[in-house]
């Protein structure tokens, strides 16, 4: 008998729940958190029975649908999987499934050059190296950009449901320039990668602006019984006129122009700075380009990147401010060698 689609949203809306070490799960806790999932994606109130559940956790802990899920009871009370790495999403794809996934990547790889999927290119590179790596159960050959050390990353699901669902959470977060963590309530909106560090956008309750909150910052994320408020601000445009994740709302983009020497001018020219990036000249000594930006943190750490192979020609206080970041650390680098004697 094929599994029905409510049966699918209570064994995912169980495991997820058992992926989250952060607290102890009851029977109970588990049944209200399958009753509300359906509540939320069927509009089915009239909850789960125990039973349900109970016979869902003996369907994932065994062959059936090929979980073998390490279920375990600890203190003949809590549900937690054996296994801190364990997730359903996780289990080996059947051939089936991997003949179907080469079909898909075959459709998928006739859309690649067109300009309204060029979104996709990188997807279908991925899914290709999954089911080759399946396949042949060997190595990746593909190595994408990760930080398997990064905080955070364990709260992507809830925040991401968040937003799905329109909920507003309630996070202890501490900056990296605050003495200790606060509490407060916010309203998300958009979930951002930079630099593979991700970041929440959202409004505090209590404050108009848009806040960028770093995933690694967090120390904890509860529900929130709040009104959730929309914003009327357009996500879409919000990061045009910068580079990283550090928006001022009240400052206009600027013309920031760059002197690019020839060891570094084929790197800006293939891979942009900004989508706004012009060619003003182009010599065997280099390139000029100009960019259209608000100046902020992560401009500077992009023309800092690049040594003495980039100068900034305007605004003169960008020029001022990079040349003044690097005589402190030449100043260093001297009083470093002092220390040491060199």
Same mark, same amino acid.
């Given at each position: ?11 995912? +809306? ?56 390490? *279920? ?16 359903? +999403? ?12 080469? =079909? ?14 060029? =979104? ?33 990353? =364990? ?13 507003? *959470? ?102 942009? *700075? ?9 010599? =065997? ?58």
């Amino acid at each position: 008998m094929p599994v029905n689609r409510n049966a699918l949203i209570r064994y995912r +809306t169980i495991d997820n729940c058992l992926r989250n070490r952060f607290r102890q799960w009851t029977l109970d806790d588990l049944i209200e958190a399958c009753s509300e999932a359906l509540y939320e994606y069927e509009g089915i109130d009239k909850g789960v029975s125990r039973r349900t559940v109970q016979m869902d956790i003996q369907m994932m802990r065994s062959d059936k649908l090929g979980y073998n899920a390490p *279920i375990i009871v600890q203190d003949r009370k809590y549900y937690i999987y054996e296994d801190p790495e364990y997730s359903i +999403t996780n289990i080996p794809l059947t051939d089936q499934d991997l003949l179907k996934l080469n =079909e898909v990547v075959e459709i998928l790889k006739q859309f690649k050059g067109f300009t309204h999927f060029k =979104e996709l290119s990188g997807m279908v590179q991925k899914l290709e190296d999954k089911i080759h790596t399946a396949k042949t159960d060997q190595e990746s050959v593909i190595d994408f950009e990760k930080n398997e050390n990064l905080r955070g990353l =364990e709260y992507l699901d809830v925040i991401y449901e968040a937003i799905l669902q329109k909920k507003p *959470i309630e996070l202890t977060y501490q900056s990296f320039r605050a003495r200790r963590a606060n509490t407060f309530v916010l309203f998300p909106y958009l979930l951002k990668e930079y630099r593979n560090r991700w970041f929440v956008m959202g409004n505090k309750q209590g404050f108009p602006d848009i806040s960028t909150l770093a995933l690694d910052r967090i120390q904890k994320i509860e529900k929130s019984y709040e009104k959730f408020q929309e914003t009327e601000v357009d996500l879409s445009e919000y990061f045009k006129n910068v580079i990283g994740v550090t928006v001022n709302a009240n400052q206009r983009p600027e013309k920031v122009v760059l002197k690019i020497d020839r060891r570094s001018s084929p790197y800006v020219i293939t891979k942009p *700075i900004h989508h706004s990036q012009q060619i003003l000249e182009k010599g =065997e000594e280099g390139i000029t380009i100009s960019v259209n930006v608000q100046l902020n943190y992560e401009l500077e750490r992009e023309i800092l990147g690049f040594g003495e192979t980039m100068v900034v020609l305007q605004p003169k206080r960008l020029r001022e401010r990079i040349e003044n970041r690097l005589k402190y650390n030449l100043h260093l680098y001297d009083q470093l060698n002092n220390e040491i004697g060199e």
